[in-house]
């Protein structure tokens, strides 16, 4: 079965402090993506990150970094100097590339204090 | 505009009463889903379709009727609403783009049973 845990229920950091999120993900799937999404106050879902299981290349966009980790089953995620636009919740996910199915984490809320 | 839409935005009923969610979408994508999202639990997928005219349960799809007479509609029928039904329904679509796989959602409907 599939399984994505974000253990971090809540999170509070001061505006510029460093923040990562965790993701761990369970699978029997070869192949698979991961997915990260951010939910704002306004209550859509907005899409940060898609990864490919085969490559584990870690990605940076702006002030947003993922680090993929196949031999830990993680896919974290990293928000450098953090602002208080960057408060939301956030939800990582799992699809295995053969299927339809996404699973998603319980979500991970973090506060931004200014 | 094109994308993916829901209504109402906003709901509230009374216990017992049917209620319809509507989603609709414009980029003619094979697979919609419903997902129902609740505090503590992510996302949870209650139904799904991969085209017209076929339609299969998700993880959590007791109470809940789907319907897929086109492509661009993916209805979701709550067929005598009870209180635990109160959430967030988000609708998405979604679709393989060359060797990728996006998946794209509403804004959502908040639900209340009172």
């Known amino acids: 079965a599939q399984k994505v845990t974000q253990a971090q229920t809540e999170i509070s950091v001061v505006e510029k402090e460093d923040v990562t999120l965790d993701c761990v993900y369970e699978t029997r799937d070869t192949t698979y993506y991961l997915f990260w999404y951010k939910q704002p106050p306004s209550g859509e879902l907005v899409f940060l990150i898609r990864?490919?299981?085969?490559?584990?290349q870690n990605e940076i966009s702006g002030r947003y970094s993922w680090n993929f980790q196949k031999s830990t089953s993680s896919f974290n995620f990293t928000i450098t100097a953090s602002q208080v636009v960057d408060s939301a919740v956030y939800f990582c996910a799992l699809k295995s590339t053969g299927g339809f199915k996404t699973i998603f984490g319980a979500g991970t809320r973090l506060f931004v204090k200014a | 505009d094109a994308g993916i839409t829901q209504s109402p935005r906003y709901k509230i009923t009374e216990t017992g009463r049917q209620v319809t969610l509507m989603c609709h979408q414009t980029w003619s994508h094979s697979y919609m889903f419903w997902y129902r999202q609740d505090l503590g639990h992510g996302l949870r997928l209650i139904y799904y379709s991969a085209a017209a005219d076929i339609t299969d349960k998700g993880e959590v799809p007791d109470g809940y009727v789907v319907s897929r007479s086109k492509t661009e509609n993916f209805p979701l029928t709550l067929e005598s609403a009870t209180r635990s039904q109160t959430s967030v329904y988000f609708c998405a679509s979604s679709a393989w783009t060359g060797s990728s796989y996006e998946q794209y959602f509403g804004p959502g409907t908040r639900l209340t049973v009172t």
């Open positions: 990864r490919n299981s085969f490559d584990e």
